[in-house]
């Protein structure tokens, strides 16, 4: 069965520093992964899909990179805002979503 | 509509009635997914819905939980004679197919049972 891990479980750090979330899956026949966040109390906001043959892909300050031989993506974020503060989940798709529990983020102004 | 709809937002039952939440997805899509989310747990799977095909229920965890798609577009999850325990937050999500386009996920249920 697929799992999905996601290090670190909580990251604190000051506005505007770049910072790098992991995410490492054990079965690497996946169709795609997903990054998404989530604010406490809401539903889950899509910001980046990686195909399965894709190495990366950008969005603004958001970059996130697929090694889906190694089983690994990280999401790396510039020049970070309090407004970053959210948790982070990756997904991993084949059929149904495998989700990590998640980085908690927070950026102190 | 502009995305995935859920319907109620918040419900609070008493134990043992039935419940029933709804999910209206992003118009075009035929995947669609249940997920529900405990407090201070990961997403877990519940159901999966792609086009005409029968649906992927392995994520049910009794069979006091049941699902339907209704003409490939709303969905219906309903919970018979609630516990404690089915207390989460239920997600639904929907994606043009099932396996390279991007899920979009609604705000959720927050189900309460008393």
């Known amino acids: 069965k697929q799992e999905v891990t996601q290090i670190p479980a909580a990251l604190s750090v000051p506005e505007g520093e770049n910072l790098v979330l992991n995410c490492s899956f054990t079965?690497?026949?996946?169709?795609?992964l997903q990054w998404f966040r989530q604010d406490p109390g809401k539903g889950l906001t899509s910001l980046l899909l990686?195909?399965?043959?894709?190495r990366e892909q950008t969005s603004g300050r958001l970059n996130a990179s697929l090694d889906k031989s190694s089983g690994r993506s990280t999401l790396y974020i510039a020049a970070s805002q309090p407004g970053d503060s959210a948790t982070y989940l990756c997904?991993?798709?084949?059929?149904?979503?495998?989700f990590g529990t998640g980085t908690s983020l927070t950026v102190i102004p | 509509g502009a995305g995935v709809s859920q319907s109620p937002s918040n419900k609070v039952t008493e134990k043992g009635k039935d419940v029933e939440l709804r999910c209206d997805p992003i118009?075009?899509?035929?995947?669609l997914y249940w997920y529900r989310q405990s407090l201070g747990q990961g997403l877990e799977f519940l159901i999966y819905f792609q086009g005409n095909s029968a649906p992927d229920k392995s994520g049910l965890p009794s069979d006091r939980f049941s699902a339907e798609r209704t003409g490939g577009s709303v969905s219906t999850l309903t919970i018979q004679r609630t516990q404690q325990e089915d207390s989460a937050v239920y997600l639904c999500?929907?994606?043009?197919?099932?396996?390279?386009?991007?899920?979009?996920f609604g705000q959720g249920t927050r189900l309460t049972v008393v």
């Open positions: 990686i195909q399965s043959s894709q």
């Open positions: 079965d690497s026949a996946i169709y795609n």
């Open positions: 999500a929907s994606s043009l197919e099932s396996q390279n386009t991007e899920a979009f």
């Open positions: 997904a991993v798709k084949r059929n149904q979503f495998y």
């Open positions: 118009s075009g899509h035929t995947a």
